[in-house]
């Protein structure tokens, strides 16, 4: 049988390429598992109740179903919250995983998510809450994150829409307290809060912005106990007492 030449392949056309760019193995799981899970939801309608139920995050946490703080973020009961996670998780995901690497990445993503969900879950049994569902709050901490990181590097957000990076990620917290002081959602506040100090702490430079916050403490401890001397030598920090007696 004579040898075929290898198929070629076609090119993606060039207004794909700025999506795809943005397409890390990370960020693309994660938008295909919330794709899947919502053309389910919508397309299979017995299953909803079940993932209002079970799945999103509800007054069942608190009756063993430990797993809806996970769950939650990655179901949507509604087409236009899908749809701005998504863009929030393309546009923002692959920075944060291209400088910092998939395993603080993740880190970052589920930490934020589902301390966010378990603060919505402790405050909502206290005044009341409606369904907890969709990765927002992970997606608002991942803005907080690249805030933080890029600060006052320019962010191009649509066309010529230039935006510094911590002010947008400024302009998403505050428009959510907002939103959320608007509808007296003490819940979805204390969740917008969570996410935000998450995304603060863990969005220094590689993602270890409190590592770096207990390797400066441990630091200091150690200037305070040992001091320099001159020659270059270090020696512990001096008794008043003993030197008292020495003179």
């Given at each position: 049988?004579?040898?075929?030449?290898?198929?070629?392949?076609t090119p993606a056309?060039?207004?794909?390429?700025?999506?795809?760019?943005?397409?890390?193995?990370?960020?693309?799981?994660?938008?295909?598992?919330?794709?899947?899970?919502?053309?389910?939801y919508v397309f299979v309608r017995d299953a909803q109740p079940l993932f209002r139920a079970h799945l999103a995050m509800g007054p069942g946490f608190f009756h063993g179903e430990v797993w809806q703080p996970v769950t939650a973020l990655f179901v949507h009961t509604n087409a236009l919250g899908f749809v701005f996670n998504l863009i929030g998780l393309w546009f923002v995901g692959a920075f944060l995983e291209r400088t910092n690497g998939s395993r603080r990445f993740l880190t970052l993503f589920f930490a934020s998510g589902i301390l966010s969900y378990i603060a919505m879950g402790l405050v909502g049994r206290l005044t009341a809450y409606g369904l907890g569902e969709g990765s927002s709050f992970a997606v608002l901490a991942l803005f907080v994150a690249f805030g933080r990181m890029y600060d006052r590097a320019p962010a191009q957000i649509l066309g010529g829409l230039v935006m510094q990076a911590r002010n947008l990620a400024l302009l998403l917290v505050g428009f959510s307290v907002a939103m959320d002081l608007w509808r007296a959602d003490w819940a979805s506040l204390a969740a917008t809060l969570v996410a935000?100090?998450?995304?603060?702490?863990?969005?220094?430079?590689?993602?270890?912005?409190?590592?770096?916050?207990?390797?400066?403490?441990?630091?200091?401890?150690?200037?305070?106990?040992?001091?320099v001397l001159d020659g270059g030598q270090a020696g512990s920090k001096?008794?008043?007492?003993?030197?008292?007696?020495?003179?």
């Amino acid at each position: 049988m004579r040898d075929l030449p290898p198929r070629r392949r076609t090119p993606a056309p060039a207004w794909t390429r700025p999506i795809a760019e943005r397409l890390t193995p990370i960020v693309k799981a994660l938008v295909l598992i919330q794709a899947v899970l919502f053309l389910f939801y919508v397309f299979v309608r017995d299953a909803q109740p079940l993932f209002r139920a079970h799945l999103a995050m509800g007054p069942g946490f608190f009756h063993g179903e430990v797993w809806q703080p996970v769950t939650a973020l990655f179901v949507h009961t509604n087409a236009l919250g899908f749809v701005f996670n998504l863009i929030g998780l393309w546009f923002v995901g692959a920075f944060l995983e291209r400088t910092n690497g998939s395993r603080r990445f993740l880190t970052l993503f589920f930490a934020s998510g589902i301390l966010s969900y378990i603060a919505m879950g402790l405050v909502g049994r206290l005044t009341a809450y409606g369904l907890g569902e969709g990765s927002s709050f992970a997606v608002l901490a991942l803005f907080v994150a690249f805030g933080r990181m890029y600060d006052r590097a320019p962010a191009q957000i649509l066309g010529g829409l230039v935006m510094q990076a911590r002010n947008l990620a400024l302009l998403l917290v505050g428009f959510s307290v907002a939103m959320d002081l608007w509808r007296a959602d003490w819940a979805s506040l204390a969740a917008t809060l969570v996410a935000s100090a998450v995304g603060f702490l863990l969005g220094g430079t590689g993602l270890v912005g409190l590592g770096d916050a207990l390797s400066l403490f441990r630091a200091r401890r150690l200037r305070r106990r040992y001091r320099v001397l001159d020659g270059g030598q270090a020696g512990s920090k001096p008794n008043k007492k003993k030197d008292k007696y020495w003179n």
